[in-house]
């Protein structure tokens, strides 16, 4: 359950009052999510869902989010492009926090049973698309999410992420220095993707997308999808993800030659994340953390297999 802030109807009918968007008739929490609280909302004119953004979410980042979808709507790629109010603006406040309404995108998350190599091809061609496009988006924001975060979250969990300072240190010294950049999605999990009669169809949850290397990006997306249940490579999944992301845009050789370091990086990030929301989780919390150990194998795997 994931829906944090409790809003009344009127609160709501008063928030959509400031956009084109007709009169409000039914407002449903949605239970799905981590982060922020959304509502699904009907209104005379059609679907839309609310979002208010929770602690988590750093508010200065959000114009970069909010543009960055916007810039890939207009692109051509799916996506919940924010809705402007009657004053142009995408940010609003409601219950003291800041909040924007999204068009509703159909379809449902992507299950488990969904991930062939067929829809990682897919995916990759999706990724590729949105990579191209990201090159083009000038706003820049450093990821927050990077190596000096992955560091600190370790040295908070003390004993624990003590294990791992040696990868860290290696991922230190030996991270590429420059590689081709654009506004990435880096948190491309299957939940955040939708599909519609058996293909994808969209994605949404843009709140770690920063300026960085595409193809530490395709490594996230590599993690995430690529692996089997119990974390174990599946390289028909894999070898489907690359080939279609490549039909869209080839990698360098530079970029090749770095795919591993980048691999193991991005199952460190999520690795140091998910130790430091176990370590500190609140047990009156909504959402239960993840666990950790998923990242670890993924690590290993990396530390001894090249893919590319």
Not at 124 to 130: E, I
Not at 182 to 189: E, I, K, Q, R, T
Not at 248 to 269: H, P, T, W, Y
Request: with cysteine.
């Amino acid at each position: 359950m994931a829906v944090y802030t409790h809003l009344t109807h009127d609160e709501i009918k008063d928030f959509i009052s400031q956009y084109s968007v007709g009169e409000l008739k039914t407002a449903t929490g949605i239970l799905q999510g981590i982060d922020n609280t959304n509502y699904k909302i009907e209104t005379t004119q059609g679907l839309y869902v609310l979002t208010i953004f929770e602690s988590r979410i750093n508010p200065d980042h959000l114009p970069y989010f909010l543009s960055f979808m916007d810039h890939l709507s207009q692109s051509g790629i799916i996506c919940p492009a924010p809705i402007q109010t009657t004053y142009q603006q995408t940010i609003g406040r409601l219950a003291g926090k800041p909040a924007t309404l999204f068009p509703f995108l159909d379809g449902r998350g992507v299950e488990t049973a969904d991930i062939t190599p067929a829809l990682c091809r897919e995916l990759g061609k999706l990724l590729g698309r949105m990579h191209r496009a990201g090159q083009n988006f000038q706003p820049r924001l450093d990821n927050p999410m990077g190596i000096a975060a992955w560091e600190t979250r370790l040295l908070k969990t003390a004993d624990k992420g003590l294990p791992f300072f040696e990868e860290l240190s290696f991922l230190k010294n030996n991270w590429p220095a420059d590689l081709p950049r654009g506004a990435v999605h880096a948190d491309l999990f299957p939940d955040n993707v939708f599909i519609l009669d058996s293909h994808i169809h969209g994605v949404i949850d843009f709140y770690f997308s920063a300026t960085d290397f595409l193809t530490y990006d395709l490594a996230i997306v590599l993690n995430a999808w690529c692996f089997t249940p119990d974390h174990v490579y599946d390289e028909k999944k894999g070898s489907a993800l690359l080939e279609g992301y490549q039909s869209v845009r080839s990698l360098s050789d530079i970029e090749k030659s770095n795919f591993q370091i980048l691999a193991r990086g991005a199952a460190m990030r999520f690795l140091a994340s998910r130790l430091y929301d176990l370590t500190f989780h609140d047990p009156n919390a909504l959402v239960t953390p993840k666990d950790p150990s998923e990242y670890i194998k993924k690590l290993e795997f990396h530390r001894d297999h090249k893919i590319i």
